[in-house]
């Protein structure tokens, strides 16, 4: 709800929305600049879009004419979020859908680096570990450019989410048909390793990943043909029931892996898993527990769609929705680095609530300090009329 004050010249603060967001601040000297167009200057400048924006997920708007309302009613959002001379629907749209995805994407990929080498790295003795996976935004049906199907549009993400601290790394970006698999590669670097599920079975990508000096640990369907090279020993009386360095598919239908893979077959709770591996440097019982963590990804996905709001669309062009996308995927990194220095922990809702509640709560004392400093003043205005 929006906080009420009477007009005056001095700004309502809170210490902790600016320690919160003091990683951006230590990036934006170094984020490319972009001229307006023609001669009239910009209503809304890039750090004036990215607080709004931050602000819109920290605050869980429900759109963005809940936002700019918040941002001229609130005396602390008007006064430090939204830019000086206020903002119209229009200039946010404008902004929203033309200016700043630049930035954002280099803002994005620093804070990630930032954020590795802040947080605890609890597998380091797996590598460099990135699950992968894409997700579907509804869109709407005037969002054209969205193809999915004909009775509905979608546009998609395909994230690479760093696995060792838990936050997102890389993004793409396409309509809701687009394919998954092309984006692999772009996802990781050499020396890292892809963590997918069986959607990401593509024999000529395990050939072409491991030329490129790039690793894998995919998840492929059971009635796969194996043929085997060579069996390796593994630890019996456990989840591991095959072990083996294979080739995948076959000749005849053209679809066979040009260079041989390790195999793991393991069971769990009934289920079969066949998990394929360029990795030779891990135990069986290690390439099955990386294959767990690829759940990560999906628990990302639930707890941040649900708790900042990132699909409830603000922006109806391709562009505009893929700043809004940057724009969540910053805020969340935001909080990883707030809740592990603040308090030594994972994300959570929990830490969320309190940080809304802590700069709730800072702005009621600032209203109490800023009115005790204005009826001091009065009664010195007023001693000195008398006088």
Request: hydrophobic share 40%; aromatic share 10%.
């Amino acid at each position: 709800m929006p906080r009420s004050f009477r007009p005056c010249q001095k700004k309502l603060s809170s210490s902790s929305f600016y320690q919160f967001y003091q990683p951006i601040v230590r990036i934006l000297p170094q984020v490319p600049v972009r001229a307006p167009r023609g001669d009239r200057p910009l209503q809304m400048t890039f750090e004036d879009q990215l607080k709004a924006l931050i602000f819109f997920h920290l605050e869980e708007h429900v759109s963005a004419r809940h936002m700019l309302q918040v941002l001229e009613q609130d005396d602390f959002a008007s006064k430090n979020i939204a830019p000086e001379n206020g903002i119209s629907r229009s200039s946010f749209s404008e902004a929203i859908n033309s200016r700043g995805l630049e930035q954002l994407q280099f803002i994005f990929e620093t804070l990630s680096r930032n954020a590795s080498d802040i947080l605890p790295n609890p597998y380091r003795k797996f590598g460099d570990l990135v699950a992968i996976d894409g997700s579907l935004i509804n869109a709407t049906l005037s969002m054209s450019w969205a193809d999915y199907r004909k009775s509905s549009k979608k546009a998609k993400i395909h994230l690479g989410f760093n696995l060792n601290q838990g936050t997102p790394s890389k993004i793409f970006f396409t309509t809701g048909n687009g394919a998954e698999r092309p984006f692999v590669s772009q996802l990781i670097s050499p020396g890292q390793t892809a963590v997918a599920d069986r959607g990401y079975q593509e024999h000529a990508l395990f050939d072409s990943l491991q030329s490129d000096g790039k690793s894998f640990v995919i998840r492929i369907k059971a009635n796969t043909t194996k043929t085997v090279i060579e069996k390796n020993d593994f630890k019996t009386g456990g989840i591991v029931f095959f072990d083996a360095l294979v080739l995948l598919g076959t000749d005849q239908n053209n679809n066979q892996t040009q260079k041989p893979v390790r195999l793991i077959g393991y069971r769990v709770a009934g289920v079969d898993y066949w998990v394929a591996t360029d990795r030779k440097d891990l135990l069986a019982e290690q390439v099955a527990e990386i294959y767990r963590l690829r759940w990560n990804i999906e628990n990302f996905f639930a707890w941040w769609k649900r708790h900042l709001k990132v699909y409830h669309l603000i922006a109806r062009s391709q562009y505009g929705l893929m700043v809004q996308i940057l724009a969540g995927l910053i805020t969340y990194l935001l909080l990883a680095i707030h809740c592990h220095e603040k308090h030594g922990e994972n994300v959570s809702i929990k830490r969320v609530r309190e940080l809304r509640l802590q700069i709730q709560n800072e702005l009621r004392e600032s209203e109490a300090l800023l009115n005790h400093q204005i009826t001091k003043e009065q009664k010195y205005q007023n001693l000195y009329a008398i006088t």
